[in-house]
Structure formats: C-alpha cells, structure tokens
C-alpha cells in the first residue's frame, strides 16, 4: 500500500513537472524553430555608404552617416536567427530601401516570396526620419489570394534607426556607434503573429506610405511557434473597434466573441498559476504522506515484533535533511532562471530544480 500510493505520488508529480517545464520551454525562443527568408533578389541598397546624395551605394544614402559596421551572414538577435546578406557577395546590396519625401528616388513597394507557413514573422527593420504615423506596412498574400496588412507606425512597430529604443511594439536588436555622425545607430526587431497560419504565404510586400520616412528592411525570419515578445498586439487591424486587454489588442479575433475572447486571455493567464499552486499541494501533501507512512512502518514493526527504536531515530532527521537538499536545489534553479532576467527561465530554473532535488533524494536516500 504504502509503495503503491507513494508511486502514484511521483507519478503524478513528474507529469506535472514535465508539463510546466514544456510550457515554459516552448516559451523560450531558443527552444522554437525558425527558417530565415532569402532577400537577395529583393534588395537594392548596401550597407556602406561613400557618396552622399548620389543614387547609389549603401543605406539611405547619406555618406558616411549609414550602417557600415552591420554584422554579416547568419546573426542571432534575441535568440532570433536572421540571414544577413553581405553586400560583397550580393553586388553590393544587403536592404531593402523605400521611398520617402526626404528620398523620393527610393522604390514605393518591393515583393519578397515565401511560399511557405509561418506563425510567426521576425522583421529586422528601421527608419530614417521617422514620425509617428503608419509609414509603411507589411502586406501578406496567401495562397488563395487573401491578404493580411501589417501597419508599421513610427516610433511602435518601426523605430528610429538614430538612437534607437525598445517601444514597446518592437524591441532594439542591434547597436552601433557611428564615429563619424558621433551617434548610436541601430535596427530593430519586430514580430508579427499570423493570424491565419494554416494558409501558406505566398508573398509579403513591403510597401511605403511615401511619407517623409525612410523604412528599411534587412531581413526577416519565419516560425511556426507562437510570438516570443508581444507586448502590445496590433495583429488584427480592425481599428476602429478593436478592444484593448492587457496591452493586447482584441479585435475581431476571426469572429470570436469579447465574451470567449475573455474567457480565453484570463484562462491563458490563470492557467500557469493555477499549475503551480496545484504543484505545491501536491508537494505538500508528497511529504505530510511520506510522514504518516513512516508512522504506519513503525506501528507495522511493533506489530511483528522486531521494532528497534534507533533505526527509525534517524528518520526525522533524514526528512530535513531531503527537505534542506530539495529547497537548495530549488534555490540554485531559481537563481539560474533570475540570472537570465526572464520569466520563462526563471520557470524552467524552477522545474529543474525541483527535478534535480528529486533526484537527489531518490538516489541517496533509498
């Protein structure tokens, strides 16, 4: 009995373990898959500039007050893969540069093929003479001819490429300091939730709204796992109605209700919390149970005869013992999740450590 009750105690508690640490490992963006998208076509602007004004060359063509130091090839920006391109190997382009008033000479729309699904897409992205309006958009096409718009307002889902800052909506991957400007240069990162990711993309098209911003794009990358970053989500264009939740934006979500729409947010919410406080009780009631079994062996062994009371001296000792590795294992794990500064790591801290406390006390204390 005791044997048997114990098994299912850890049973139950290792498939709760295995599943809060899935959830938050699939939360974690090196943990989810990514396939970058080829440019090479696509782009007309290098990112070395030498001749300001002239047509040519690199960046927004303002000279030496461009991108030159940008890192080539595959980069890894917040644990987010991006294919790059050398300008050396591309005849010297390495963008995509659209038109604004201050550059009118720059193309209105550039289309880039996909054909693939994605749940996700990263933009690596920025501006020059950025304001804070929609100045440019994404717009996908699927397979069947249907299209998505993903607007890029300056200073939210597009930064400044001039001292650039996280906004809440798109977060700085990349900095630099422009000696010769004497000013930090960046990009930033953007990502955008598919709202229909059963349907294959056939193309996106980046477009501007030839406004006196520059956008620019270096590189994108698609993923089949849900968005890492969003803070603020303007996936579902729907403006004029769309209802903010949480700094979530819940539009028409494909015509779900408010009421289910709710129901889903809170319930996305609860749900982490909920298994946490359910791991507890359970751990709890593990050890109260491990006590009364250990009563129940004594009361077993008067029974028969053969009790001898410095055998089961030792025991309480032994429980704090377990415990006092348990809670340092526990203590160690967090740390680790806090170093990494994020919520997911400090969870996945947290299931490891739990799991290497069992561990331990499986191991050493038979």
């Known amino acids: 009995?005791?044997?048997?009750?114990?098994?299912?105690?850890?049973?139950?508690?290792?498939?709760?373990?295995?599943?809060?640490?899935?959830?938050?490992?699939?939360?974690?963006?090196?943990?989810?898959?990514?396939?970058?998208?080829?440019?090479?076509?696509?782009?007309?602007?290098?990112?070395?500039?030498?001749?300001?004004?002239?047509?040519?060359?690199?960046?927004?063509?303002?000279?030496?007050?461009?991108?030159?130091?940008?890192?080539?090839?595959?980069?890894?920006?917040?644990?987010?893969?991006?294919?790059?391109?050398?300008?050396?190997?591309?005849?010297?382009?390495?963008?995509?540069?659209?038109?604004?008033?201050?550059?009118?000479?720059?193309?209105?729309?550039?289309?880039?093929?996909?054909?693939?699904?994605?749940?996700?897409?990263?933009?690596?992205?920025?501006?020059?003479?950025?304001?804070?309006?929609?100045?440019?958009?994404?717009?996908?096409?699927?397979?069947?001819?249907?299209?998505?718009?993903?607007?890029?307002?300056?200073?939210?889902?597009?930064?400044?490429?001039?001292?650039p800052v996280d906004t809440g909506y798109s977060f700085v991957a990349w900095k630099w300091h422009n000696p010769y400007v004497n000013v930090d240069v960046g990009i930033n990162l953007y990502e955008w939730e598919n709202p229909l990711p059963q349907k294959t993309i056939r193309n996106i098209i980046f477009k501007t709204m030839d406004k006196k911003t520059v956008p620019v794009l270096l590189a994108i990358t698609l993923s089949p796992d849900p968005a890492k970053f969003i803070k603020n989500d303007r996936r579902f264009q729907n403006q004029d109605s769309a209802i903010e939740f949480n700094g979530i934006n819940l539009g028409n979500l494909a015509g779900l209700t408010f009421g289910w729409i709710t129901a889903i947010v809170v319930l996305s919410i609860a749900l982490p919390w909920a298994a946490i406080i359910v791991m507890l009780i359970i751990f709890i009631k593990y050890f109260r149970l491990k006590k009364e079994f250990k009563h129940t062996e004594i009361m077993a062994a008067i029974e028969k005869g053969n009790y001898q009371p410095e055998t089961f001296a030792t025991k309480p000792k032994r429980f704090i013992l377990k415990s006092a590795i348990f809670l340092s294992c526990l203590l160690v794990g967090l740390g680790l999740g806090i170093l990494f500064k994020s919520a997911s790591m400090i969870l996945i801290g947290l299931g490891l450590g739990m799991i290497a406390g069992i561990f331990v006390i499986n191991e050493y204390f038979k």
């Not at 009750?5 to 498939?15: L, M, W």
């Not at 599943?19 to 007309?44: I, K």
């Not at 550059?103 to 950025?130: D, G, M, R, S, V």
């Not at 440019?136 to 200073?155: F, N, Q, R």
Request: hydrophobic fraction near 40%; include cysteine; charge should be neutral.
């Open 1 to 163: 009995m005791y044997f048997a009750t114990r098994n299912k105690i850890k049973s139950a508690v290792s498939i709760l373990l295995v599943s809060v640490l899935w959830a938050a490992l699939v939360s974690v963006p090196v943990f989810a898959s990514f396939e970058t998208v080829n440019l090479r076509d696509a782009v007309n602007m290098g990112f070395k500039d030498e001749v300001e004004a002239d047509k040519k060359g690199g960046w927004t063509d303002q000279g030496t007050n461009d991108l030159r130091e940008m890192p080539v090839g595959m980069q890894t920006f917040k644990d987010i893969p991006f294919d790059i391109i050398n300008p050396k190997t591309n005849n010297g382009k390495s963008c995509i540069v659209l038109s604004g008033t201050e550059k009118p000479y720059f193309p209105k729309q550039t289309t880039i093929e996909i054909n693939k699904k994605a749940k996700t897409i990263y933009f690596l992205h920025a501006a020059a003479w950025a304001i804070s309006e929609v100045v440019a958009e994404y717009i996908i096409t699927y397979d069947d001819g249907s299209k998505t718009e993903a607007p890029l307002t300056g200073y939210k889902e597009i930064s400044e490429w001039y001292r």
